[in-house]
């Protein structure tokens, strides 16, 4: 079998997480996703128990408006906090996870990445990009 199909969750993992807490504000997500090109932030509290995610699309949806409302500033509204956008309760994936199943989770759900939770804490995310990198390591390899 080729080995790429036999890898799990944990063999590409991002282990080193940025994460925010329910009361961060977009403002401080915004600047953190264009820092560090990052597609989705895990929300946590008390340390690393995941409660939602926010994506850069969720951080947009906060600048939809309806054409008979009033605009509000855009300090205003970058002044709210994540949990007002986030994804609550996301789908997440285990560490011990054949990857081949989370590829096709993923295609399935079109998202981007999956908190990765172990013993209901985070313990790391997996995005597209690393499955990417595990599958050029393994044809590298060949």
Known sequence: ????????????????LLTVEPHTSLAEARELFEARKYNALPVVVEADRI???LTQFDLLRAFLFSPKSII???DAILSQPVEDYMTRNPESVQPAQPLSRVL????ETRNKSFPVVEDRRLRGIVARE???KGLRQ???QQ
């Open 1 to 16: 079998m080729v080995p790429f199909l036999n890898m799990k969750v944990s063999d590409v993992m991002s282990g080193d």
């Open 51 to 53: 409660v939602g995610m």
């Open 72 to 74: 509000p500033r855009y």
């Open 104 to 107: 096709g989770r993923m295609i």
């Open 130 to 132: 690393d499955i990417l």
């Open 138 to 140: 393994d044809l590298a």
